[in-house]
């Protein structure tokens, strides 16, 4: 049964730039949140998708989107990319309620020049 | 949303017993509190889960007060493997299905 996987595992970009981040969830998940960790921080909550909608979003600007598809995979996009969006996303699925404990893929780490 | 606020960094040696407490002071009544470990350049992992007393598996045992107001995280004989930094979160319904972390405790186990 596989976990969490997100692609790339590792990215380089320029400033202005724009990325797409993937994330596929465990089997048997629908709930997939998005979040950033800077170096040395804990992760910050970007939002959350459910049913192919964006259920909760964070403090972060809307250069941050995302997108949730019927088999329950998911992209976070990224424009106009910043110096200080460098950072390693994660992204974790659930099973609908906050209840079910999060399943984290091992992040894309963006390097952003 | 509750906050919490756990302690920046703790030492330890293996085979020692390790306590991690959090505090959660506006903690909502249908909210859950979880803890979750993780190690550089990886995912944050489950460790446990619970809503009021006492809670064990495995690899942990997670005490809560009647009052809900802090929770701990209690390690029995850490090895070396366990140095790393331990979150917790507290959320439910009544957060709106945010899971917030805050900044976590770098635990170092040393020899």
């Known amino acids: 049964d596989a976990g969490v996987t997100q692609s790339p595992t590792h990215l380089i970009k320029t400033r202005g730039q724009q990325v797409t981040l993937r994330c596929s969830p465990k089997?048997?998940?629908?709930?997939v949140s998005w979040y950033q960790q800077a170096l040395g921080q804990g992760p910050q909550f970007i939002f959350q998708?459910?049913?192919?909608?964006?259920?909760q979003r964070g403090n972060f600007p809307d250069r941050f989107s995302g997108h949730q598809f019927p088999n329950y995979s998911s992209e976070l996009n990224v424009n106009a990319l910043l110096l200080g969006d460098s950072a390693l996303y994660l992204c974790?699925?659930?099973?609908?309620?906050?209840?079910?404990?999060?399943?984290f893929g091992s992040g894309t780490q963006l390097s952003v020049l | 949303l509750a906050k919490t606020t756990q302690p920046i960094s703790m030492d330890s040696y293996e085979g020692q017993e390790v306590n991690i407490t959090c505090s959660h002071n506006?903690?909502?009544?249908?909210?859950?509190i979880t803890w979750y470990q993780q190690f550089p350049s990886q995912g944050p992992r489950f460790i446990i889960q619970?809503?009021?007393t006492k809670v064990t598996n495995e690899v942990a045992s997670l005490f809560i007060p009647a009052d809900r107001k802090s929770s701990t995280l209690s390690l029995p004989r850490v090895s070396l493997s366990d140095t790393a930094v331990y979150y917790c979160?507290?959320?439910?319904?009544?957060?709106?299905?945010?899971?917030?972390f805050g900044s976590g405790t770098r635990l170092l186990v040393r020899p």
């Open positions: 974790a699925s659930s099973r609908g309620t906050v209840e079910e404990k999060l399943f």
């Open positions: 089997s048997g998940h629908d709930t």
């Open positions: 998708y459910y049913e192919e909608e964006e259920r």
């Open positions: 506006n903690i909502a009544t249908n909210d859950y």
């Open positions: 619970g809503y009021k």
């Open positions: 979160l507290v959320g439910g319904q009544d957060s709106s299905y945010k899971l917030i």
